[in-house]
Protein backbone atom coordinates (compact mmCIF):
# COMPACT_ATOMS: atom_id res chain seq x y z
CA UNK A 1 0.00 0.00 0.00
CA UNK A 2 1.50 3.10 -0.93
CA UNK A 3 1.60 6.35 1.72
CA UNK A 4 0.76 8.74 -1.13
CA UNK A 5 -2.61 8.49 -3.22
CA UNK A 6 -1.51 10.94 -5.78
CA UNK A 7 2.17 12.43 -6.89
CA UNK A 8 3.50 14.10 -9.14
CA UNK A 9 7.07 12.52 -10.98
CA UNK A 10 9.32 15.17 -12.72
CA UNK A 11 11.64 13.70 -15.20
CA UNK A 12 14.72 15.32 -16.80
CA UNK A 13 14.86 15.40 -21.00
CA UNK A 14 18.29 13.72 -19.85
CA UNK A 15 16.39 11.10 -18.47
CA UNK A 16 15.42 9.83 -21.77
CA UNK A 17 18.07 9.79 -23.64
CA UNK A 18 20.07 6.84 -21.92
CA UNK A 19 23.52 6.10 -22.70
CA UNK A 20 22.96 8.15 -26.02
CA UNK A 21 24.46 11.69 -26.17
CA UNK A 22 21.04 12.95 -27.82
CA UNK A 23 17.54 11.71 -28.18
CA UNK A 24 15.24 9.22 -26.75
CA UNK A 25 16.30 5.86 -25.86
CA UNK A 26 13.49 3.43 -25.97
CA UNK A 27 15.43 1.00 -23.66
CA UNK A 28 15.39 3.49 -20.46
CA UNK A 29 12.06 5.22 -21.33
CA UNK A 30 11.30 1.54 -21.37
CA UNK A 31 12.83 0.84 -18.24
CA UNK A 32 11.22 4.21 -16.87
CA UNK A 33 7.71 3.13 -18.01
CA UNK A 34 7.56 -0.38 -16.71
CA UNK A 35 8.29 1.45 -13.11
CA UNK A 36 5.46 3.95 -13.61
CA UNK A 37 3.21 0.62 -14.14
CA UNK A 38 4.42 -0.94 -11.02
CA UNK A 39 3.69 2.48 -9.22
CA UNK A 40 0.17 2.77 -10.41
CA UNK A 41 -0.52 -0.68 -10.07
CA UNK A 42 -0.30 0.16 -6.36
CA UNK A 43 -3.16 2.21 -6.49
CA UNK A 44 -1.37 5.70 -7.02
CA UNK A 45 -2.90 8.31 -9.19
CA UNK A 46 0.14 9.88 -11.40
CA UNK A 47 1.13 12.99 -13.18
CA UNK A 48 4.11 13.77 -14.57
CA UNK A 49 6.65 16.35 -16.21
CA UNK A 50 9.40 15.94 -17.85
CA UNK A 51 12.04 18.42 -19.30
CA UNK A 52 13.28 18.54 -22.83
CA UNK A 53 17.06 18.65 -22.78
CA UNK A 54 17.51 15.36 -24.49
CA UNK A 55 16.00 17.24 -27.55
CA UNK A 56 16.88 21.11 -27.27
CA UNK A 57 18.89 23.27 -24.92
CA UNK A 58 18.39 26.87 -25.08
CA UNK A 59 21.22 28.32 -23.75
CA UNK A 60 23.30 26.83 -26.46
CA UNK A 61 21.02 28.63 -29.14
CA UNK A 62 20.96 31.75 -27.52
CA UNK A 63 24.78 32.08 -27.27
CA UNK A 64 25.48 30.65 -30.70
CA UNK A 65 22.73 31.83 -32.94
CA UNK A 66 21.52 34.73 -31.14
CA UNK A 67 17.89 33.84 -30.87
CA UNK A 68 16.02 35.54 -28.48
CA UNK A 69 15.86 33.82 -25.00
CA UNK A 70 12.21 33.60 -24.63
CA UNK A 71 11.81 32.03 -28.36
CA UNK A 72 14.52 29.49 -27.42
CA UNK A 73 12.83 29.09 -24.36
CA UNK A 74 9.45 28.28 -26.65
CA UNK A 75 11.23 25.64 -28.85
CA UNK A 76 12.15 23.70 -25.07
CA UNK A 77 8.47 23.82 -24.30
CA UNK A 78 7.44 22.35 -27.53
CA UNK A 79 10.84 19.36 -26.99
CA UNK A 80 9.08 18.45 -23.69
CA UNK A 81 5.70 17.40 -26.19
CA UNK A 82 7.76 15.04 -28.04
CA UNK A 83 8.90 13.48 -24.71
CA UNK A 84 5.52 13.71 -23.91
CA UNK A 85 4.30 11.74 -26.95
CA UNK A 86 6.93 9.25 -26.12
CA UNK A 87 6.29 8.07 -22.87
CA UNK A 88 2.88 7.98 -23.28
CA UNK A 89 3.25 5.41 -26.31
CA UNK A 90 5.51 3.77 -24.19
CA UNK A 91 2.97 3.46 -21.22
CA UNK A 92 -0.13 2.24 -23.10
CA UNK A 93 1.93 -0.22 -24.98
CA UNK A 94 2.06 -1.51 -21.63
CA UNK A 95 -1.44 -0.96 -20.33
CA UNK A 96 -1.89 2.02 -19.01
CA UNK A 97 -4.10 4.52 -20.52
CA UNK A 98 -2.94 7.75 -20.47
CA UNK A 99 -3.72 11.61 -21.95
CA UNK A 100 -1.09 14.08 -22.50
CA UNK A 101 -1.78 17.68 -22.08
CA UNK A 102 -0.09 20.95 -23.53
CA UNK A 103 0.43 24.63 -21.66
CA UNK A 104 0.86 25.46 -25.35
CA UNK A 105 -2.50 24.39 -27.98
CA UNK A 106 -2.18 21.96 -30.25
CA UNK A 107 -5.51 20.21 -30.31
CA UNK A 108 -4.40 17.68 -33.14
CA UNK A 109 -1.97 16.48 -30.73
CA UNK A 110 -3.03 16.32 -27.16
CA UNK A 111 -5.64 18.12 -25.03
CA UNK A 112 -5.45 21.65 -24.13
CA UNK A 113 -4.49 21.97 -20.04
CA UNK A 114 -7.46 21.76 -18.22
CA UNK A 115 -7.09 21.26 -14.52
CA UNK A 116 -10.41 19.69 -13.23
CA UNK A 117 -9.84 17.81 -16.78
CA UNK A 118 -6.46 16.53 -15.56
CA UNK A 119 -7.75 15.66 -12.12
CA UNK A 120 -10.78 13.56 -13.52
CA UNK A 121 -8.25 11.82 -15.75
CA UNK A 122 -6.30 10.96 -12.35
CA UNK A 123 -9.55 9.71 -10.98
CA UNK A 124 -10.03 7.21 -13.88
CA UNK A 125 -6.89 6.12 -12.90
CA UNK A 126 -5.21 7.74 -16.08
CA UNK A 127 -1.70 8.82 -16.16
CA UNK A 128 -1.61 12.48 -17.42
CA UNK A 129 1.52 13.35 -18.66
CA UNK A 130 1.63 17.45 -18.59
CA UNK A 131 3.52 19.22 -22.09
CA UNK A 132 4.51 22.22 -22.99
CA UNK A 133 6.13 23.76 -19.58
CA UNK A 134 4.06 26.36 -18.00
CA UNK A 135 3.35 27.61 -21.11
CA UNK A 136 5.41 30.92 -20.48
CA UNK A 137 9.02 31.27 -21.10
CA UNK A 138 11.69 32.02 -18.23
CA UNK A 139 10.52 29.67 -15.89
CA UNK A 140 11.75 26.16 -15.93
CA UNK A 141 10.15 22.70 -16.25
CA UNK A 142 11.03 21.99 -12.30
CA UNK A 143 8.55 25.39 -12.12
CA UNK A 144 6.32 23.66 -14.35
CA UNK A 145 6.35 20.53 -12.12
CA UNK A 146 5.71 22.78 -8.88
CA UNK A 147 2.92 24.03 -10.50
CA UNK A 148 1.17 20.98 -11.75
CA UNK A 149 1.54 19.57 -8.70
CA UNK A 150 -0.41 22.35 -6.77
CA UNK A 151 -2.87 22.29 -9.55
CA UNK A 152 -3.56 18.59 -9.42
CA UNK A 153 -3.11 18.51 -5.04
CA UNK A 154 -0.74 16.34 -5.50
CA UNK A 155 0.72 14.90 -1.93
CA UNK A 156 4.15 15.01 -3.21
CA UNK A 157 6.98 16.09 -5.91
CA UNK A 158 9.21 12.99 -6.85
CA UNK A 159 12.37 14.56 -8.90
CA UNK A 160 14.09 11.71 -10.40
CA UNK A 161 17.91 12.70 -10.84
CA UNK A 162 21.57 10.87 -11.92
CA UNK A 163 22.26 10.93 -8.73
CA UNK A 164 21.08 9.76 -4.98
CA UNK A 165 19.63 12.99 -3.73
CA UNK A 166 20.51 16.44 -2.78
CA UNK A 167 24.54 17.06 -1.89
CA UNK A 168 26.25 19.91 0.12
CA UNK A 169 28.66 19.97 -3.60
CA UNK A 170 28.61 18.21 -7.26
CA UNK A 171 29.08 14.03 -6.42
CA UNK A 172 30.69 13.90 -9.76
CA UNK A 173 33.51 16.29 -9.19
CA UNK A 174 33.49 15.86 -5.14
CA UNK A 175 33.72 12.02 -3.78
CA UNK A 176 33.74 13.16 -0.77
CA UNK A 177 30.43 15.24 -1.01
CA UNK A 178 27.95 14.96 1.64
CA UNK A 179 24.69 13.22 0.63
CA UNK A 180 21.48 14.78 3.04
CA UNK A 181 18.65 13.14 4.16
CA UNK A 182 16.35 15.84 4.90
CA UNK A 183 16.36 19.34 4.08
CA UNK A 184 13.74 22.55 4.71
CA UNK A 185 12.80 24.98 1.49
CA UNK A 186 14.87 27.50 3.50
CA UNK A 187 17.84 25.48 3.56
CA UNK A 188 18.10 25.02 -0.24
CA UNK A 189 17.02 28.80 -0.45
CA UNK A 190 19.99 29.76 1.69
CA UNK A 191 22.30 28.04 0.68
CA UNK A 192 21.76 27.35 -3.12
CA UNK A 193 21.98 23.52 -3.31
CA UNK A 194 21.39 22.32 -6.92
CA UNK A 195 17.84 20.29 -6.34
CA UNK A 196 15.48 23.14 -8.34
CA UNK A 197 15.24 26.65 -9.35
CA UNK A 198 13.95 29.20 -6.43
CA UNK A 199 10.72 29.67 -8.39
CA UNK A 200 10.19 25.73 -7.92
CA UNK A 201 11.22 25.83 -4.24
CA UNK A 202 9.26 28.73 -3.11
CA UNK A 203 6.39 27.43 -4.90
CA UNK A 204 6.57 24.09 -3.20
CA UNK A 205 7.26 26.13 0.34
CA UNK A 206 4.20 28.31 0.11
CA UNK A 207 1.77 25.29 -0.72
CA UNK A 208 3.85 23.13 1.64
CA UNK A 209 4.48 20.39 -1.12
CA UNK A 210 7.05 17.63 0.13
CA UNK A 211 9.74 16.90 -3.25
CA UNK A 212 11.77 14.07 -2.64
CA UNK A 213 14.79 14.05 -5.17
CA UNK A 214 16.04 10.27 -5.34
CA UNK A 215 18.17 8.87 -8.26
CA UNK A 216 15.75 7.61 -11.03
CA UNK A 217 18.96 5.48 -12.92
CA UNK A 218 18.68 2.51 -9.78
CA UNK A 219 16.47 0.08 -10.31
CA UNK A 220 13.49 0.00 -8.44
CA UNK A 221 14.18 3.52 -6.71
CA UNK A 222 10.91 5.25 -8.69
CA UNK A 223 8.78 2.46 -7.19
CA UNK A 224 10.08 3.05 -3.51
CA UNK A 225 10.41 6.93 -3.86
CA UNK A 226 6.75 6.60 -4.90
CA UNK A 227 5.28 4.07 -2.27
CA UNK A 228 6.57 6.33 0.61
CA UNK A 229 9.78 4.50 1.20
CA UNK A 230 12.40 6.56 2.48
CA UNK A 231 15.18 7.48 -0.27
CA UNK A 232 17.07 10.04 -2.01
CA UNK A 233 16.53 13.38 -0.27
CA UNK A 234 13.37 14.64 1.27
CA UNK A 235 12.80 18.56 1.17
CA UNK A 236 10.24 19.92 3.71
CA UNK A 237 8.99 22.73 5.48
Same mark, same amino acid.
Do not use: W
Given at each position: ????????????????????????????????????????????????????????????????????? !????????? !?????????????????????????????????????????????????????????????????????????????????????????????????????????????????????????????????????????????????????????????? !?
Amino acid at each position: MSAFKRILLKLSGEALQGSHAFGIDPVEVSRICQEIVEVHSHGVQIGLVVGGGNIFRGKEIVNQLGVEA !ASADNMGML !ATVINCLALQAALEKLGLETRVQTAIRMDQVAEPLIRRRAIRHLEKERVVLFAGGTGSPFFTTDTAAALRAVEIGAEVLLKGTKVDGVYDDDPTRNPGANLFDELTYEDILQHGYKVMDATAVSLSMDNRLPIVVFNLTRAGELVRAALGDRVGTRVV !A
